[in-house]
């Protein structure tokens, strides 16, 4: 079975940075996305940023261009998301999500079987 274990959420103030983490395991398949979102009270959810296991491409909503940047270590199975500049928009709670193959843009929640619990970042003003 596969797990997804997100960590590195917290409390930070505008403008500060923090660095998510999304360790991964159970899977078999060699090729696979790993993607983030977020939920946030009274939006709807949004893919904010996906990464492949075999090529490294990645892709970028673009409420997080130039201040996300999303990375894996497979020797770790872990993917980070580094997040600069945050902004109490971005306030929501982040979910890591896995599947086989690629991913189509914008980043759809259906396309992804495997998710981890959340961690919440939270952002003061």
């Known amino acids: 079975e596969v797990q997804l274990v997100e960590s590195g959420g917290g409390l930070v103030q505008a403008g500060g940075s923090l660095r998510l983490s999304c360790a991964a395991s159970g899977f078999t398949f060699h090729y696979y996305s790993i993607a983030w979102f977020r939920q946030a009270p009274g939006k709807e959810r949004e893919g904010v940023s996906c990464?492949?296991?075999?090529?490294?491409?990645?892709y970028y909503a673009d409420s997080v261009k130039g201040r996300f940047t999303i990375s894996i270590d497979n020797a770790k199975n872990t993917v980070y998301l580094q997040m600069n500049s945050l902004k109490p928009e971005d306030t929501a709670v982040y979910y890591c999500a896995a599947e086989t193959g690629g991913w189509e843009t914008p980043l759809k929640g259906t396309d992804f079987g495997s998710w981890g619990q959340g961690t919440q970042v939270t952002v003061s003003s």
């Open positions: 990464i492949s296991s075999t090529d490294g491409s990645t």
